[in-house]
Every structure is written in C-alpha cells, then in structure tokens.
C-alpha cells in the first residue's frame, strides 16, 4: 500500500520540478525578450527625432512662406480699397491687438481708409442684458431717422441699429449716417457697457471688418445668433461684411462655423478662418474688395475654402 508520505513526497517533487522549469525558461526568454523591447525602445526613439526633424523643417518652411506672404501683402491688395473706407469691429477678449493693428495697415496699403475701431463686450450677446438693450433700442432716446425692424428680437435690433450709424449706404440717394447720430450711439450703448470705442473716434464706413476668436461655450447659440444678426445688418446697410477668424471660430459652434453653415448667409457675407496669418489678413483685405463686386466667399484653411480670393487685376 502507498503510504501518504509517498503521496506528500511525490506532490513535493511535482511542484518542484514546476518551479524549476519556470525558472530554466524564463531565464531562457529572458535575453531574447529583453532584446526586443531594447529594439523597439531604440527605433520609436529615432521615429522620435525623425518626426522632430520633419516638424523643424515644415515650421521653418512655414515661417519662411509667411514671411513672403508679409512682405508681398502691400503689394497684393494695392488699389484694391482705393478711396474706399473700413470700420473694424473686434468682437471677443481673444482677437489680439496685433492683428487689429495688421489689418489696419493693410487697408491703408490697399488705398483705403479705417474709421475706427469698436469691441464688442461679452455683454452684447449675453441673454442677461436683452431686456436693457431693448429698452435703450426702443426708448426715444435715439437719433431722429432710424427705421428699426418689427421685431422683439434684441439681436436683430441691436445690430439694424448699429450698421445703420456705422455703414455708409451704397445707393446715392440715401444719406450717409450723421456722425453725431453715430457718437450719441456708440456713447449709449458703452454706458450699458455692451461695447467700448477704441480708436479716437469713428465714422460711418463703406465696409466692415469684424474680428472673432474662439466659440462661446455658454448659451453658445443665443450668443452666436446675435453676431450672425449684426453681421448680416452690417453686410446690408453697407458695401459689404467679411468675418475673420481663426480655426476655433470656423468649428461648429463659432461664428465663421454658423455663417458657413447657413447658405444664405454665407453667400452675403464673407469669412477668412485664418485671420492669424499673412495669407489670411490678405484674404481679409481682398474679400472686402470682392464684396463691393457682389461676390462672397470662403477663405482660409478650413473645408470647402479657397486659399485667398483672386487678385485684382493691375491697372494698365
């Protein structure tokens, strides 16, 4: 009869000889394993400084094209803006000075002429401040000879009151807006603080530039809207409107996002989504140019644009 010190002994045996085939073939795999991963390691390190080689070489192709672009902008957009005037309007904190100031320069290279610049506070778009806004649209304290729409939409009405002082209308037979009308405005709506004036003083335009960043992320559509509204009353009550941007802005739920994805709107206005860039400040330039010909575009980077719309041709 086997005994239970067989049975123990034999167990003991089994689970030795377990351990020390585990030992013998990890000690086995071990070299090969430990090679693989070391070569792995050493080619994701060189694919490392291959893909840092490539991002050098493309950022300095980058800064080398912008650089160009820079240089030949003047010559680009000149005569494209030839006694023509511009009003720029710098609608969120993110739009840097720098490009206000670009764009600024550049309408002087194409001939024409910037008659202020105007920031909108985030309080023009917030749905908390409507009911006050409203009330100044509507209340008597405006200048004689504004036609407003029939509508409660504060939007609507803020933005028909605001492009029918700072646009100068393109039939001959309308006035052009009484500037003192425009300084009673632009000092009635700062004092709700919805906007503040940032150059010394403004006048009515021909075109309006109005200047973007980002998306809003709250009440994002409500506020989104009420920009649409002004840019399409700008776009109306002048010779025309470009929005300019970044790709942030081109997304869905930023401006540029919400006129390109309505028809009618995007074929009254036009948008640049590269606002940043050389290129961009010319498609900017150029399309307020296309604009006085009846023809808006899409510029920039984003899906379904053009790089830059075309170049006027030289005078002979």
Do not use: C, W
């Not at 100068?168 to 037979?173: L, V």
């Not at 830059?308 to 030289?314: D, E, G, L, R, W």
């Amino acid at each position: 009869m086997i005994d239970f010190r067989y049975h123990l002994v034999s167990l003991i045996a089994v689970f030795l000889a377990v351990a020390l085939g585990i030992v013998i073939g990890t000690t086995q795999l071990n070299g090969p394993i430990l090679a693989d991963l070391e070569n792995q390691v050493t080619d994701l390190e060189q694919d490392k400084r291959s893909l840092e080689d490539q991002t050098q070489t493309l950022q300095a192709r980058l800064n080398t094209s912008d650089a160009f672009e820079e240089a030949v902008a003047p010559t680009l957009v000149a005569g494209s803006l030839t006694q023509r005037s511009v009003v720029i309007i710098v609608a969120g904190d993110d739009v840097a000075t720098d490009t206000v100031e670009e764009i600024s320069t550049l309408v002087g290279a194409a001939g024409g002429t910037v008659t202020g610049t105007v920031a909108l506070q985030p309080e023009y778009s917030d749905p908390a401040t409507a009911a006050s806004l409203q009330s100044y649209v509507t209340g008597s304290g405006l200048p004689p000879g504004l036609a407003l729409p029939e509508t409660d939409d504060t939007g609507q009405l803020v933005g028909a009151l605001l492009a029918q002082v700072l646009m100068r209308p393109t039939g001959i037979s309308v006035p052009a807006p009484d500037t003192a009308g425009l300084s009673s405005v632009l000092a009635g709506l700062s004092a709700l603080e919805v906007l503040t004036v940032e150059s010394a003083s403004v006048t009515p335009a021909d075109y309006a530039v109005l200047l973007t960043a980002g998306a809003f992320t709250d009440e994002a559509e409500e506020r989104t809207d009420t920009l649409v509204d002004l840019t399409v009353a700008l776009d109306a009550a002048g010779s025309g409107a470009v929005v300019a941007g970044d790709d942030a802005a081109a997304a869905e739920a930023g401006l540029i996002g919400v006129i390109r994805a309505d028809p009618e709107t995007s074929a009254a206005v036009s948008t640049v989504d590269n606002v940043g860039s050389s290129s961009g400040r010319i498609s900017t330039v150029l399309a307020l140019g296309r604009e006085s010909e009846g023809t808006s575009g899409k510029y920039g980077t984003g899906e379904d644009t053009q790089p830059v719309p075309p170049v006027p041709a030289a005078t002979p």
